[in-house]
């Protein structure tokens, strides 16, 4: 895909209009240039440095195959942009249909309930959460007499804005769940929220109405929403209301489950993909440009591989395998060395072997260099002495004679050492070629390692993209990987994060506070650093460090509920021990 060539193209899409703009880009209603009659929502994401990376969260999404989830059709970049095409969805979004004064049917709502629990069922299976669920994000369509509710926005916008840049609005927060107030947010966040919006479509009211943020903070820490039969007259179906409420629950562990569970409650039980009739077409989303983004990093990761062996051939060349015996048990040698954890005679031993055999292969490679060309010197042919030789002594006679004849005899005489190396023919031949293997044997190694880092960083990319496609991202080889990868993203802070969020998962508190402190070297003010940072030690038990700094954030950010909330619970766990 090229970059834009028009002001109302964008690689092949052609622009029809505006449809919406915010901080994370805009998007648009546009058509391919091939397919002039089928519109697409286009998003154009300001990539900020990261497109790259950033290119892994539609690839991920494109493999949502489900009728209640916006289809990705395409993604590419397009110069410093991420662009996505998504299926365009003919209809409005929930919230203008609220704001509007639209009432929705019990039945409507129990299957508003059912379509999205199918979808996060989807997303949730790939480890994928939402994080950001409220009407404005649920587009609603009309297929004869059954509404479609489809679920946009994954958060692929939040995810280039930067997690410095990352601001909640009192209409993000109306839909928070208790921990993701906290700055811990799962799979049941999302759940929590859909009982939010479907409170909302049953009472026509908040289920936590607070005036102002704290307010609506302190009520969903710590207050329980009215029951929607006591909310308003209209009697409400016994089942659905125990599911609302259900949903709504502040402990996790008597809130619903998972997404399946409350389609089981529900009585669904189907397969999520088929929560909707056959008769809707949906379309499978096989982005053309995802495919040759793979094909584009395998390419690269081919010819890498290509350039490095050319360079050990050279380098290797001269002096045969056995340097590059040595040369490679030198490395390994040192590697083995440098896992050990500490200092001891074995690593001392294994270090000093790596040394000897590193210098024994550079010495044996301008050894060999230097004599294989005095070698090719030797055996070039001799230049051919012009000599007057004067005859024996004869009689005077015969020496008046020689003065008027000169006798002038060729034969070959062999030059000297120094004439040998320094034949006027073969010397700048021999010259250039030393000169030009010297600077071989000194660069080539640097060249080398500069490909093999590449390469690696590459291969590493490609595994980390496979296993996150492949469903595998909540295993520990995954997780493994995201360590492995932080080598060469130590700069990252997203990248951080996602490796830190990936450990407070598995319960390992204090190695996400390692890199939550790894982080805020980087960047002292970053929010979810901060938080992350301050959750670890409250779930440590570490207060007073949990305290100090919520404080620290608080001072320079003047008020945040997350850390004044945060705080507040550790004075008052530490006045009741």
Known sequence: MGTSTAAEQIGPYVIDAELGRGSFGVVYRAHHVDRPDMHLALKVVEGRGKVEQLMLEPALLSQFDHPCIVGVEDFFQDGGRLVIALEFIEGEDLKTLLDRGEVFSQEQIRDLLIQMASALAVAHSRNVIHRDIKPSNILVRRDGGRLRFVLTDFGIGQQVEGIQDRKHTGGTYMFMAPEQLRGRPGPQSDLWALGVVAYRMLTGRMPFPGPSLPELAHQIMYVNPEPPSKAGSTPVDAELEAAILRLLDKSLHERTASAESLLRQLGYQGKPENVLSRSTTVRKAIPAAGESLER?????????????????????????????????????????????????????????????????????????????????????????????????????????????????????????????????????????????????????????????????????????????????????????????????????????????????????????????????????????????????YYSLGLLAECITVCEQYLAVSGYCFEFAELRDQCRRRMGAS
């Open 296 to 536: 584009k990093l395998s390419n690269a990761i081919w010819w890498k591989r290509f350039w490095l062996a050319i360079v050990i051939v050279i380098y290797l060349l001269p002096t045969g395998i056995f340097t590059g015996v040595l040369l490679l048990g030198g490395v390994w040698l040192f590697f083995k060395g440098q896992v050990e954890d500490r200092w001891r005679l074995r690593t001392r031993v294994l270090a000093l072997l790596g040394s000897l055999a590193l210098f024994a292969a550079h010495s044996i490679m301008h050894y060999v260099v230097h004599e294989w060309f005095i070698i090719l010197g030797w055996l070039a042919p001799s230049p051919v002495v012009e000599v007057s030789a004067s005859p024996p002594e004869k009689s005077a006679k015969d020496s008046t004679a020689a003065n008027t004849t000169t006798i002038k005899t060729k034969k070959k005489e062999p030059a000297t050492q120094l004439e040998l190396v320094a034949g006027r023919e073969l010397a700048p031949v021999i010259g250039t070629g030393v000169a030009a293997l010297n600077v071989v044997s000194y660069l080539a190694p640097a060249i080398a390692a500069a490909i093999y880092i590449r390469l690696r960083r590459q291969q590493r990319e490609k595994v980390l993209r496979d296993a996150a496609l492949s469903g595998s991202s909540g295993s520990e080889q995954y997780l493994d990987l995201l360590r492995n990868a932080l080598e060469y993203r130590f700069g990252d802070v997203g990248f951080h994060l996602k490796y830190a969020e990936a450990l407070i998962a598995r319960g390992r508190f204090e190695d996400a506070a390692v890199e939550a402190r790894l982080m805020l070297v980087q960047d002292g003010y970053n929010f979810n650093a901060n938080l992350m940072l301050a959750n670890c």
